[in-house]
């Protein structure tokens, strides 16, 4: 299960060093505004699947993969992320 999002990392860092021409992956990497519209999009999107009960797990995962992509061309490090989250436990 967490093999899936360590690939998509591993793709956000492997198309931000070699980028993939008309790739969708790569327009999210390299203009963070459009990245930044798209996650809040995606979560709008999660929570009215939520509500209404429809698509939940297609809309999840997209956030998953915009949110990944938003991190990564922000420089923001998932390894971080988990040393935070690892700090709260309890």
């Known amino acids: 299960m967490l093999n899936t999002l360590e690939d998509l990392f591993k793709l956000a860092r492997e198309r931000k060093k070699n980028p993939v021409e008309g790739s969708y992956t790569n327009k999210l990497l390299n203009d963070k505004?459009?990245?930044?519209e798209k996650v809040l999009e995606e979560i709008n999107e999660l929570i009215e699947?939520?509500?209404?009960?429809t698509n939940k797990i297609h809309e999840a995962a997209d956030v998953f993969y915009h949110l990944i992509m938003y991190l990564e061309a922000n420089d923001v490090k998932v390894e971080e992320v988990i040393s935070e989250l690892n700090k709260r436990k309890k």
Do not use: D, T, V
Not at 33 to 36: A, L, Q, R
Not at 49 to 53: H, P, R, T, Y
């Open 49 to 53: 699947a939520i509500e209404k009960n």
């Open 33 to 36: 505004s459009f990245s930044k």
